[in-house]
């Protein structure tokens, strides 16, 4: 599986000249972390699941647009929110999908986290979160994406994108502090 930049980069320019090999390689790589990336903002896994196969075909469909000149991950994880957001827009959902707090969204959790808190804690501390906070911050802590490239993603500033980020850490230290609280 293809880590690096540069290669995923070397492998998006091969799938624009019409390699399959290039192509698989490149959804090898990159499906199970923006499976994951759907999974939160849609919150139901059925959805997510076509949401990612959207993903690709758009992938597929605007390749010729893609400039090597740019990485290909946040390139693709941006892709993946705007057809989320052609989704919640076309289908009228939005309330209804995100409104019920009481089911915990799929977020990946670290396996060290335990040191903060357990793991439904921390899912339970993310789903209380503004929702362009727990974005931001799921977009830098988890998938490890830079401020720059989380504005161009979801259309803000690289300064706008470090405080919702940062805001969402403190929000979720404040959560996993009122659990301790109440466990004690």
Known sequence: MVKDDQALRILMVEYQGGSLDAFQQIYGTLAAELLQYLRYLVREAGAADDLLQETFLRLHRSRAEYNPAFAVKPWLFGLARNVFLMQRRA??????????????????????????????????????????????????????????????????????????????????????????RVDA
Not at 138 to 162: C, N, P, Q
């Open 91 to 180: 289908t009228r959902r939005f309330a209804a999908v995100h409104t019920n707090r009481s089911e915990l969204p799929e977020v990946p959790v670290r396996p060290d986290v335990g040191q903060f808190g357990s793991s439904d804690e921390v899912r339970r501390s993310i789903a209380t979160l503004p929702e362009e906070q727990a974005e931001a911050f799921l977009l830098h802590h988890e998938w490890g994406f830079t401020f720059d490239e989380i504005a161009g993603m979801v259309g803000v500033t690289s300064g706008a994108a470090r405080v919702r980020a940062s805001r969402g850490m403190a929000g979720l230290r404040q959560m996993l502090r009122e659990w301790r």
